[in-house]
């Protein structure tokens, strides 16, 4: 009913599901995405984030992650509307959250799968944008500098994306023959282990995973999005400052876009990041990837 308001009033919009297993997956994902499909061209696009859930939560109904199975039952039963929409228009329409891609272990979409991004701000297409990013900013860069003696870099991530930071590190290596680069995969156990992204790390569990670490250490890369907007503030009060002081041998330097990675890597001694204006996207789920204008 509301939605045929906002079509009387002669107004598009785009719509997105938080899916719950067992609840409204499966024939009811299907009911869904049919009736939202026949409400084009007022539909502009559809997307489906599974919910997330914290150690915080108290309501009793029972809530349960998606494992790598009912991801990929997702993932199934989303292409084949996906392909259905795209011989009929050209588009996909129907976008999966990031989560669904990691849990099932299969490789996000390509770039053309997404449309143009319609649905950025909600992070839908995020890890494709980086990852765009990282390829934009190499091809700008025919010619890297070497590093005449070793650096060694920790580059901390929530547990989910870690795999992707894994690769690209992998190619920053292969063009520095004196570049170490060390993933720190970050366990949130301040929300709880199955918030698993890097915009929800708090400075206290960052800290924590990295004094376990031994060995040599130039610097730490952190995810920018886990530092409020506008502020270098971590979402445990802590400030960057303090984080820094806490670790005097090394140089911590956040990094937000695919392009801030690359340099990191291919460029350290000169890379220092430069908030200010920037837009902030967090790594999270349960349809609460949020974009932050900094002031």
Same mark, same amino acid.
């Given at each position: 009913?509301?939605?045929?308001?906002?079509?009387?009033?002669?107004?598009?919009?785009?719509?997105?599901?938080?899916?719950?297993?067992?609840?409204?997956?499966?024939?009811?994902? *299907?009911?869904?995405?049919?009736?939202?499909?026949?409400?084009?061209?007022?539909?502009?696009?559809?997307?489906?984030? /599974?919910?997330?859930?914290?150690?915080?939560?108290?309501?009793?109904?029972?809530?349960?992650?998606?494992?790598? *199975?009912?991801?990929?039952?997702?993932?199934?039963?989303?292409?084949?509307?996906?392909?259905?929409?795209?011989?009929?228009?050209?588009?996909?329409?129907?976008?999966?959250?990031?989560?669904?891609?990691?849990?099932?272990?299969?490789?996000?979409?390509?770039?053309?799968?997404?449309?143009?991004?319609?649905?950025?701000?909600?992070?839908?297409?995020?890890?494709?944008?980086?990852?765009? &990013?990282?390829?934009?900013?190499?091809?700008?860069?025919?010619?890297?500098?070497?590093?005449?003696?070793?650096?060694?870099?920790?580059?901390?991530?929530?547990?989910?994306?870690?795999?992707?930071?894994?690769?690209?590190?992998?190619?920053?290596?292969?063009?520095?023959?004196?570049?170490?680069?060390?993933?720190?995969?970050?366990?949130?156990?301040?929300?709880?282990?199955?918030?698993?992204?890097?915009?929800?790390?708090?400075?206290?569990?960052?800290?924590?995973?990295?004094?376990?670490? &031994?060995?040599?250490?130039?610097?730490?890369?952190?995810?920018? /999005?886990?530092?409020?907007?506008?502020?270098?503030?971590?979402?445990?009060?802590?400030?960057?400052?303090?984080?820094?002081?806490?670790?005097?041998?090394?140089?911590?330097?956040?990094?937000?876009?695919?392009?801030?990675?690359?340099?990191?890597?291919?460029?350290?001694?000169?890379?220092?990041?430069?908030?200010?204006?920037?837009?902030?996207?967090?790594?999270?789920?349960?349809?609460?990837?949020?974009?932050?204008?900094?002031?």
């Amino acid at each position: 009913e509301q939605l045929d308001h906002l079509e009387e009033a002669g107004a598009d919009y785009h719509t997105q599901v938080v899916l719950c297993a067992g609840l409204n997956d499966g024939a009811e994902l *299907e009911r869904t995405i049919r009736e939202v499909v026949a409400r084009r061209p007022h539909a502009l696009s559809l997307a489906i984030v /599974p919910v997330g859930i914290t150690k915080y939560r108290t309501d009793p109904f029972p809530l349960h992650q998606f494992d790598a *199975e009912g991801a990929a039952r997702v993932i199934d039963e989303v292409e084949k509307w996906q392909k259905k929409i795209q011989q009929e228009e050209g588009r996909t329409f129907i976008y999966l959250g990031d989560e669904f891609y990691f849990l099932a272990g299969r490789p996000v979409p390509p770039t053309s799968f997404y449309d143009g991004f319609p649905q950025l701000d909600n992070g839908i297409g995020l890890t494709r944008n980086f990852i765009n &990013d990282w390829d934009k900013e190499s091809n700008a860069h025919e010619e890297i500098a070497s590093y005449e003696e070793p650096v060694y870099l920790d580059v901390v991530t929530g547990t989910a994306v870690a795999p992707v930071m894994q690769e690209l590190a992998k190619k920053a290596e292969d063009a520095h023959a004196n570049l170490h680069v060390r993933i720190v995969p970050v366990k949130n156990e301040h929300f709880g282990t199955t918030v698993n992204v890097s915009g929800l790390l708090t400075a206290h569990d960052i800290m924590a995973a990295l004094k376990r670490l &031994d060995g040599p250490r130039a610097g730490i890369l952190i995810p920018e /999005p886990a530092l409020r907007s506008g502020e270098d503030i971590f979402l445990d009060d802590v400030s960057l400052s303090s984080m820094r002081e806490a670790f005097p041998e090394s140089r911590i330097e956040p990094v937000q876009t695919g392009a801030d990675y690359y340099r990191a890597l291919m460029d350290w001694p000169h890379y220092a990041k430069r908030r200010a204006g920037e837009t902030a996207y967090m790594w999270q789920s349960n349809a609460g990837y949020t974009k932050n204008i900094q002031y």
